[in-house]
């Protein structure tokens, strides 16, 4: 990792491709982070709170109809990357099926990957996708942040209780994970998102 690390301005990002499948995605070079979750979990809202923008990243009343792989270069050598939402009831069952194989492609076959943000409403964490996401991180050793989302739900001593219950569980998953709580209401823990960020993106290309 390069000693000389700096910031990186994710304010720079802008909108490039969505791709319905891996075939359709940017040339595999650079580095890229993707964020993943539920239909719910607010990755719209992140995204663009990160990225100083009100519409970067589709928000919807609807949970689920981010049905593509959304490419967002900071600058040309590094990405953002919107996955597509999972769970939500109303989708039909094979576009459920569709996305996950699409979904899984991305995440075992895409070389540039350097991390996942792994989203999660802090009021229902670790369901299904969740538990899923982990194993898959475990077993190819892919970083995984989970940002534990809408903490301005909770009064702030249960959001900390939330926190460190699920760090303390994940102890035993023995996957490479770090986790934070974020709120993008209140912009709480946007500069602790970036910081992690960085240490995945701001990595020597020669290495």
């Not at 996955?83 to 069952?93: D, H, I, Q, T």
Request: aromatic letters at 8%; proline letters at 4%.
């Amino acid at each position: 990792m390069s000693e000389q690390m700096t910031s990186l301005n994710y304010h720079t990002t802008q909108y490039e491709i969505s791709a319905a499948r891996l075939n359709q995605c940017p040339t595999d070079t650079g580095r890229e982070v993707a964020f993943a979750g539920r239909s719910n979990a607010g990755k719209s809202s992140a995204l663009n709170t990160l990225t100083g923008s009100s519409s970067l990243a589709r928000t919807s009343k609807t949970p689920g109809r981010t049905q593509l792989i959304n490419f967002f270069p900071i600058d040309e050598k590094r990405r953002l990357v919107d996955l597509p939402g999972y769970g939500y009831a109303k989708v039909p069952v094979a576009m459920k099926q569709e996305w996950q194989k699409h979904l899984g492609e991305y995440l075992e076959k895409r070389q540039c990957l350097a991390g996942v943000v792994l989203l999660m409403d802090i009021r229902h964490p670790m369901r299904e996708f969740d538990q899923i996401m982990l194993d898959w991180a475990r077993d190819s050793q892919m970083p995984i942040h989970i940002l534990l989302t809408k903490a301005d739900k909770l009064k702030y001593g249960a959001a900390k209780s939330t926190l460190t219950k699920i760090r303390n569980d994940l102890q035993a998953w023995n996957a490479p994970f770090s986790i934070q709580l974020f709120s993008s209401l209140k912009r709480t823990g946007v500069d602790e998102l970036a910081a992690k960020l960085d240490s995945w993106l701001l990595i020597d290309d020669d290495e």
